[in-house]
């Protein structure tokens, strides 16, 4: 007999009338517990009520011994789950303590199935149709004043939210992070992911995007952003629900762009792009005026010439000299 787990209270609690009977309360604590009795010999006044005469001579001592289970009521975990509405999808409720033989129903069996493996502890739950379900847990051996319960949700996708820097300089990576929310504004595992397709594309070439194995937590998937070349862009995040639509999310804009320090970014810098409007004329030569960022002055031209590009501080074009004689040539930049 294990001491402390339980104890007799017989002098309390049982009749004076039954004095064989003994009272077992049991401690707070679970585990194995075997409880003996062992009979030495006999009241002669139980023999004599009985109208039994004694036997002759000593007597063996008789014994015997009950094993118990102590165990906790039932209990589930976890207690409440949301499920992706997909017929490949499935939950698993662990069933703790209570006797181990229950009896497992719902509160709606159009939303969800449920299996139980005795043998395993655990109650596997299949999404039908949406909405929400109750999965009730009797124990068959115990007494219990109200049976175990965990709440399911089945759930379609409603959208989906993608977190990202506004900027990547060319080069360098940052990270871009994805959530299936559903439709009661609550995360869907991202072991669900796989069976919405979930895609994360960008709208044009100047970055790369590369999915990652390890996320910030069991709710989100993240994503490697590499810039290559300058310019604007947007994200956007695509799924496919179970019936084959397809869902995308708002486009969250990225631009790529050089860092400050780097070199050909310095301060009042440009390029201009000098087109002839005629074949036979000359060329418009630029080159930086002094050393004041964004003065710029123009050669002669013989003829009209388009310059195309643009300055960070411009000031108006200064006319070059023409040949002699002839009108200055215009200029727009």
């Given at each position: 007999m294990m001491e402390g787990w339980v104890t007799t209270e017989a002098q309390r609690r049982c009749p004076p009338l039954d004095p064989g009977?003994?009272?077992?309360?049991?401690?707070?604590?679970?585990?194995?517990?075997?409880?003996?009795?062992?009979?030495?010999?006999?009241?002669?006044?139980?023999?004599?009520?009985?109208?039994?005469?004694?036997?002759?001579?000593?007597?063996?001592?008789?014994?015997?011994?009950?094993?118990?289970?102590?165990?906790?009521d039932v209990r589930v975990d976890p207690d409440v789950v949301t499920l992706y509405n997909h017929p490949d999808v499935q939950a698993e409720l662990h069933v703790k303590e209570g006797s181990g033989y229950f009896f497992l129903n719902t509160s709606a069996a159009s939303v969800v199935r449920v299996a139980y493996q005795e043998a395993r502890g655990i109650a596997t739950v299949h999404p039908l149709l949406p909405g929400s379900a109750t999965v009730l847990i009797h124990d068959l051996c115990l007494p219990f004043l109200a049976p175990a319960e965990a709440t399911v949700?089945?759930?379609?996708?409603?959208?989906?939210?993608?977190?990202?820097?506004?900027?990547?300089?060319?080069?360098?990576?940052?990270?871009?992070?994805?959530?299936?929310?559903?439709?009661?504004?609550?995360?869907?595992?991202?072991?669900?992911?796989?069976?919405?397709?979930?895609?994360?594309?960008?709208?044009?070439?100047?970055?790369?995007?590369?999915?990652?194995?390890?996320?910030?937590?069991?709710?989100?998937?993240?994503?490697?952003?590499?810039?290559?070349?300058?310019?604007?862009?947007?994200?956007?995040?695509?799924?496919?629900?179970?019936?084959?639509?397809r869902i995308s999310s708002t486009q969250q804009q990225i631009e790529a762009g050089r860092s400050s320090n780097s070199p050909g970014s310095h301060h009042g810098e440009a390029l201009l792009k000098c087109v002839p409007v005629l074949a036979s004329e000359e060329r418009v030569s630029t080159r930086p005026r002094g050393r004041e960022a964004g003065s710029w002055e123009l050669s002669s031209c013989h003829g009209a010439v388009r310059a195309e590009g643009s300055l960070s501080h411009p000031e108006p074009p200064r006319a070059g000299r023409s040949g002699e004689g002839s009108p200055e040539a215009p200029v727009s930049v």
């Open positions: 009977l003994q009272a077992i309360a049991v401690h707070e604590a679970s585990g194995t517990v075997s409880i003996s009795a062992t009979v030495t010999g006999y009241q002669l006044s139980h023999l004599s009520a009985a109208t039994v005469k004694p036997l002759p001579g000593p007597h063996a001592p008789v014994s015997s011994s009950v094993e118990l289970v102590l165990v906790e949700h089945v759930s379609d996708i409603h959208e989906l939210y993608v977190r990202v820097v506004d900027k990547v300089e060319i080069g360098k990576m940052v990270k871009a992070h994805v959530r299936v929310l559903d439709f009661y504004k609550k995360s869907f595992l991202a072991k669900y992911f796989a069976f919405m397709d979930l895609k994360l594309r960008a709208a044009s070439q100047i970055i790369t995007l590369v999915a990652l194995d390890k996320a910030l937590d069991g709710y989100t998937a993240a994503f490697l952003v590499h810039g290559t070349a300058i310019g604007q862009t947007s994200l956007t995040a695509r799924v496919t629900d179970t019936a084959g639509q």
